[in-house]
């Protein structure tokens, strides 16, 4: 989704927009790498608004997801929402040489070369950071048991898990005397 500069007058312009997840080549790699897969399109609603010397931008991003639980391997569907604000100046084009310390809003400020402001990056970013790095089906999922691999979700199983796991095998017969 793209705006343009000069339609951007006194009053706020309110977008909405579906866009195909094949838009955005960073979620593409994501679906082709087994992260995730995109059971819709990407809806898509800004306000832009003109302020001062930069634009502000709040916008929502919503879509599912289908993803494996990392801890049971099975598969589960789930909502992926995003709220953000963007603010947006225009490039100086000088090079900064020194380091400078960045205040709290210039973490969430953009600046645009031009005469329009493609929002696709922000949108493929906060999609991103919206999928989990270890996805849970559930928060209490119980996974999968470690001697005979049946999913402890849907039935229980008759071995003994009361040894520690193979990682700690080798601490077993170490005492600690004080």
Request: a negative charge; glycine letters at 6%; charged letters at 30%.
């Given at each position: 989704?793209?705006?343009?500069?000069?339609?951007?007058?006194?009053?706020?312009?309110?977008?909405?927009?579906?866009?195909?997840?094949?838009?955005?080549?960073?979620?593409?790699?994501?679906?082709?790498?087994?992260?995730?897969?995109?059971?819709?399109?990407?809806?898509?609603?800004?306000?832009?608004?003109?302020?001062?010397?930069?634009?502000?931008?709040?916008?929502?991003?919503?879509?599912?997801?289908?993803?494996?639980?990392?801890?049971?391997?099975?598969?589960?569907?789930?909502?992926?929402?995003?709220?953000?604000?963007?603010?947006?100046?225009?490039?100086?084009?000088?090079?900064?040489?020194?380091?400078?310390?960045?205040?709290?809003?210039?973490?969430?400020?953009?600046?645009?070369?031009?005469?329009?402001?493609?929002?696709?990056?922000?949108?493929?970013?906060?999609?991103?950071?919206?999928?989990?790095?270890?996805?849970?089906?559930?928060?209490?999922?119980?996974?999968?048991?470690s001697k005979c691999g049946v999913n402890l979700n849907e039935?229980?199983?008759?071995?003994?898990?009361?040894?520690?796991?193979?990682?700690?095998?080798?601490?077993?017969?170490?005492?600690?005397?004080?």
């Amino acid at each position: 989704m793209k705006v343009r500069i000069v339609d951007l007058k006194d009053k706020m312009l309110v977008l909405t927009a579906e866009e195909p997840v094949a838009d955005y080549p960073d979620l593409v790699s994501m679906v082709d790498a087994g992260d995730c897969e995109f059971l819709a399109p990407l809806r898509l609603s800004f306000s832009v608004a003109r302020e001062f010397d930069h634009i502000r931008v709040a916008g929502k991003v919503e879509t599912a997801v289908m993803m494996n639980c990392s801890l049971c391997l099975g598969e589960y569907d789930t909502e992926i929402a995003s709220s953000f604000t963007v603010f947006y100046t225009k490039a100086s084009g000088m090079a900064l040489d020194e380091e400078v310390e960045l205040a709290e809003e210039d973490l969430i400020s953009k600046s645009y070369e031009g005469d329009e402001i493609d929002f696709a990056p922000e949108v493929a970013e906060q999609v991103i950071m919206e999928i989990p790095f270890k996805p849970l089906c559930k928060e209490d999922c119980a996974g999968l048991c470690s001697k005979c691999g049946v999913n402890l979700n849907e039935t229980a199983c008759n071995c003994d898990r009361s040894e520690g796991g193979f990682k700690f095998g080798a601490l077993k017969g170490i005492k600690i005397e004080k």
